[in-house]
């Protein structure tokens, strides 16, 4: 007994599997080819962007790390300026009071040296004036006092120089601008003595001339 085939159901599956295989070949062959690319695309875009992450945040790591050394350093040399600038400090301070010490070393040299002369001229001051007491003595008494004449005068003559000469330096000094306070006390100093040394001398010599005219009048009498 065979079976009779109903071509009313064979052909819509005929047609069913066809439509299949056609739709298999033509559509989903390639929407399953676009679809893997485009997963692969994807796969490799969050690949590069992981990538692109890791070298940003390795960049990122670096760029810190070179902040911190450069903050380090530049710290290191501000602490190195500072150091340097308070030892230069130093050093000019250790300079300064140098330069102060051998400027006090100086003056107090230059003082005892004008103090020393000062000295001298006046103890020659006084022996003129002693020779020229001695003197007038002598002429008074009638005595010869003509042997004590070159002495004196040398005498009073060389401190009387001396005096005028260290108001002349102590003069420009002042001048200059340069002048301390034994440079205003040797002037006033020097200028009393030599102002006295002046007056002795004209005293003596009025002596002196009063003493020859009485003698001239002795003799004529």
């Given at each position: 007994m065979f079976l009779k085939l109903d071509w009313g159901i064979i052909w819509p599956i005929v047609n069913i599997v066809v439509f299949y295989l056609l739709l298999r070949k033509f559509l989903f062959g390639p929407v399953s080819e676009v679809m893997e690319k485009r997963k692969k695309m994807i796969s490799s875009d969050l690949d590069d962007a992981a990538q692109t992450k890791a070298e940003a945040e390795e960049i990122k790591q670096e760029y810190e790390k070179n902040l911190a050394q450069a903050k380090d350093e530049a710290g290191q040399i501000v602490s190195d300026a500072r150091a340097r600038a308070k030892n230069e400090y130093q050093n000019k301070m250790?300079?300064?009071?140098?330069?102060?010490?051998?400027?006090?070393?100086?003056?107090?040299?230059?003082?005892?040296?004008?103090?020393?002369?000062?000295?001298?001229?006046?103890?020659?001051?006084?022996?003129?004036?002693?020779?020229?007491?001695?003197?007038?003595?002598?002429?008074?008494?009638?005595?010869?006092?003509k042997m004590f004449f070159f002495p004196m005068v040398f005498m009073l003559a060389a401190t009387l120089t001396s005096l005028v000469i260290t108001v002349i330096n102590k003069c420009k000094a002042i001048g200059a601008g340069t002048a301390a306070w034994g440079d205003w006390f040797q002037l006033f100093f020097a200028a009393a003595m030599a102002v006295?040394?002046?007056?002795?001398?004209?005293?003596?010599?009025?002596?002196?001339?009063k003493q020859m005219k009485e003698k001239k009048a002795k003799k004529a009498a």
């Open positions: 250790d300079q300064t009071k140098e330069e102060i010490a051998l400027m006090r070393e100086n003056a107090r040299k230059d003082i005892e040296a004008e103090k020393q002369k000062t000295i001298a001229g006046l103890q020659t001051e006084i022996a003129g004036i002693a020779l020229m007491a001695v003197a007038a003595w002598l002429g008074e008494v009638g005595k010869n006092n006295l040394a002046i007056f002795l001398v004209v005293e003596g010599a009025q002596t002196f001339a």
